[in-house]
Every structure is written in structure tokens, then in C-alpha cells.
């Protein structure tokens, strides 16, 4: 913020975060570094070119507050934590063949894969019909050879026989 706002030639008169009292300061500094802080925003706004990006942030940060008050953010940063590492990982073994496997690890193979299907189905005309069954289509057949070859140890899924 600092950077931006020396970039944009307005004067920093105060970066330290006004907004934060641990009671390391007397009221009267807080209050005047608050001030400091309301006057650089109110500079910025000014000089700034975009001004709905600009009170799209401001918006953020008020809901971020609200958030706060009501101490919801621990509860919306392990949501946010949970997505954004399944998109890493979708993003990082995307042509490994891993995708399934996490589905069904995570427990929504139901419903990203029927998903998937529905969309799939308006321009590929050999999947209309098809539908994820996460009971039955959950495992692969075993090679019939395999199981014959090793009698009573291995068992075929009841949904291929």
C-alpha cells in the first residue's frame, strides 16, 4: 500500500496500521494516527483512476470487518484454505490421472462428476444417458484372470459380476 500510494505521488503521512490498538500507544497518538490513515485513504481515493475497483476494495474490507465482529473469518479461512488447496491440487496432477482418486477421497466424486456429465452431454452426443453412480462405478473390475488365478483371496466388486 505504502508503494502504491508513493507511486501515485501522494505524501505517506502515516503507515503504521491506525486501525490496530493493542494499547502499546496513548489514546491521543491512536486517534492521530487513525486520522492520518482516514486523510492518505481519502488522498488516494482522489487520485485514483478506477474508482469502482477502488470502492469494490472498500467494500471487501467492510465485509471483512463485519465478518470479524461476528468471528467468522476463522470459519470463512478454513473454507477458503479447504478450496483453494483441492484447486492447487487439480491444477498441479491435472494430467496424471489423480483427479478421480481425490474425488473420491474428498467425498464429492457425486457431484462434480455428474456435473461433469450433465455439461459434457450438450456437444457430446454419446454421453446423453450417462449418469455417475458413486456406488457402482466407484472401483474398477479386476482382471477376471487375476481372480481366477488366485481364488478366494482376491474378490470381484459385486457391481461388475
Same mark, same amino acid.
Given at each position: 500500500m505504502g508503494y502504491q500510494l508513493k507511486k501515485a505521488g501522494?505524501?505517506?503521512? $502515516?503507515?503504521?496500521?491506525?486501525?490496530? $490498538?493493542?494499547?502499546?500507544e496513548t489514546n491521543k497518538e491512536f486517534l492521530n494516527k487513525t486520522k492520518?490513515?482516514?486523510?492518505?485513504?481519502?488522498?488516494l481515493y482522489d487520485n485514483?483512476?478506477?474508482k469502482k475497483t477502488f470502492s469494490r476494495t472498500v467494500n471487501v474490507l467492510r465485509t471483512y470487518n463485519y465478518l470479524r465482529f461476528f468471528r467468522?473469518?476463522?470459519?470463512?479461512a478454513k473454507v477458503y484454505i479447504r478450496y483453494r488447496?483441492?484447486?492447487?491440487?487439480r491444477l498441479e496432477f491435472a494430467t496424471e490421472g489423480h483427479r478421480f482418486f481425490d474425488l473420491r477421497r474428498w467425498d464429492i466424486d457425486d457431484e462434480v462428476l455428474n456435473d461433469f456429465i450433465a455439461r459434457d452431454q450438450k456437444f457430446r452426443t454419446y454421453m446423453r444417458g450417462s449418469v455417475y453412480n458413486p456406488v457402482e462405478d466407484d472401483y474398477l473390475p479386476l482382471p477376471a484372470s487375476q481372480v481366477q488365478f488366485q481364488k478366494g483371496v482376491l474378490q470381484q466388486d459385486p457391481s461388475y459380476q
Open positions: 501522494i505524501d505517506i503521512l $502515516h503507515i503504521d496500521n491506525g486501525l490496530l $490498538h493493542e494499547g502499546l492520518l490513515g482516514i486523510e492518505n485513504l481519502s488522498k485514483v483512476t478506477d467468522l473469518t476463522t470459519i470463512l488447496d483441492r484447486m492447487e491440487i
